[in-house]
């Protein structure tokens, strides 16, 4: 299976609450933040005040944080939970 990571869509199928669990504390905030999952949208620039880090870094944890999420989906280690319909 082939993933695109898309950094301005705000909804992708990737990054879902049930799949951060799989990443460190720090990474799972961030890509919260950056995403506005559960919360507001914000921005690189802000993500990295809140931190107090650079730019840079942010760019960076959120790179490897998609990175991981795609190779842990790849490589099936993320299993979904159940839909209604599959419980049939």
Known sequence: MFYTL?????HNPLITEERLVYLPP???QILRMRFGIGMKQYTQREVAEHYEVSIPT??????SALRKLVFLASSSKITDPPTPSDQK
């Open 58 to 63: 942010i760019r960076k944890v959120e790179k």
């Open 26 to 28: 720090r990474d799972q």
């Open 6 to 10: 898309h950094m301005s869509t705000r």
